[in-house]
């Protein structure tokens, strides 16, 4: 969760400007390094697709490499491999991003490879027949792993058949079915200059960026609409057991939460840093995992989405287990709902998450991205000293109202891979 956090993070030379299409650009000078990072981020993902699309989004993620009107395969993925520097891309449920990590004297060289994959791809369809494989083999690669599945899984459950709860992969009946007028749609769909954030970390001055970017992206659209997203509003609590052959169970329980634009979200980033955040001194580790040694793997997670978010908690341990499991969870989440922080416990909880802020800044890839995304949702990046006096703003009072609202026993869903 420290990742959502820094989508409001500001350093020192940092700068934001706007293309003449409208495309957002942000940069951060950094004059002691000889690594720079760059990439674009767009608001399309996998929550984007229609029904028959499912997969789509990820699926352009890949086919996006394989060819554009000046360049093979072979030549994208050397264009960077060549001098030391990297190439990748991710997609989410939200969006999609393509970025590059490299040596400074490679800046132009990297923008103008990603401006040619973002406006040039070509899609050849010999290339999508090959990459259907390759994707079908990631979804058969993923399903062996039920500690990853189950977080998907879990997600569609609670969404119960909208567009946010399904698998970023899709189907193997999806993938197979994609051909280039489905990929050529969605991005006229989705890839309009409005949808998209440049972002930056790196020894560049901010005259010679703005040229650059000027030079690459400052072109014209075949779209300029902005698609409306459809919210979700039906949850309805549900309990399922999943029949798979594992030597452990697998146990998700939890219930939807505010969203990336709702105020009490801090707060409940706060509240999951002590239930069970990334510090091993988290509640339910040292209450379930070291006192009873029921269950290696024990965690809890806060995700926002636009207009929706997901509270929930993951453990795996023996079957046998597992009903105790679940009552110690909740008996942690009890005390919240009754009980305030102690003055001290607040503040220690505060000084560890700006503590873990703090050392996410050190990742500059990492950096880079959630300036892009900070951008795209917000319009703005929030200063360090914003942030911080945001999280120290956060009372025992909020904390106790925010546990009644998310931490509802009958409110919560469960999914179980027995």
Do not use: W
């Not at 990459?131 to 997600?155: A, L």
């Not at 749609?185 to 790196?202: D, H, L, W």
């Not at 040229?211 to 459809?230: G, H, M, N, Q, W």
């Not at 990492?366 to 911080?388: C, H, P, R, W, Y």
């Amino acid at each position: 969760m420290i990742s959502e956090l820094i989508l409001y993070l500001q350093v020192e030379n940092l700068n934001s400007f706007n293309l003449s299409n409208s495309i957002r650009c942000i940069h951060q000078q950094v004059d002691t390094s000889e690594v720079s990072h760059f990439g674009i981020t767009i608001k399309a993902g996998s929550r984007d697709e229609t029904e028959q699309e499912q997969g789509l989004a990820h699926f352009i993620e890949h086919c996006i490499f394989k060819g554009t009107t000046k360049r093979k395969p072979f030549h994208i993925l050397s264009r960077l491999d060549a001098v030391g520097g990297e190439i990748n891309a991710y997609t989410t449920k939200e969006e999609t991003c393509i970025y590059g990590s490299f040596l400074n004297i490679y800046y132009e060289r990297a923008i103008e490879l990603i401006a040619d994959i973002l406006f040039n791809s070509t899609f050849p369809s010999h290339e999508i027949q090959k990459e259907k494989d390759v994707i079908i083999d990631e979804i058969n690669s993923y399903m062996d792993s039920p500690s990853e599945q189950i977080f998907d899984d879990f997600e569609d459950q609670l969404y119960n058949g909208h567009p946010i709860g399904r698998n970023i992969l899709g189907t193997i009946e999806s993938v197979k079915s994609f051909e280039k007028k489905q990929v050529l749609s969605f991005i006229s769909r989705n890839y309009s200059p409005q949808n998209i954030a440049i972002s930056s970390v790196g020894n560049i001055k901010l005259t010679k960026f703005i040229k650059l970017c000027a030079k690459y992206f400052d072109r014209e659209f075949p779209s300029s609409t902005v698609i409306k997203r459809v919210p979700f509003n039906n949850y309805i609590p549900q309990h399922n057991a999943v029949s798979r052959d594992t030597h452990q169970v697998h146990t998700m329980i939890g219930n939807l939460a505010y969203d990336m634009h709702n105020d009490k979200r801090r707060g409940l980033i706060l509240l999951n840093n002590v239930l069970g955040g990334q510090g091993l001194n988290n509640r339910l580790n040292l209450n379930i995992r070291e006192k009873f040694g029921l269950t290696y793997s024990i965690e809890s997670n806060y995700v926002p989405y636009s207009d929706s978010g997901v509270f929930q908690v993951y453990f795996s341990g023996e079957k046998k287990s597992n009903p105790r499991i679940v009552k110690l969870i909740h008996k942690e989440l009890k005390k919240f709902r009754e009980t305030k922080l102690g003055i001290n416990q607040l503040h220690l909880a505060k000084q560890q998450l700006k503590g873990h802020i703090a050392l996410a800044q050190e990742n500059r890839v990492g950096l880079m991205l959630a300036l892009g995304k900070s951008l795209l949702l917000f319009d703005k990046v929030d200063t360090n000293q914003e942030i911080f006096d945001q999280i120290e703003a956060i009372s025992s009072s909020d904390i106790l109202e925010i546990a009644n609202e998310i931490f509802v026993e009958d409110q919560f869903s469960s999914l179980t891979f027995i």
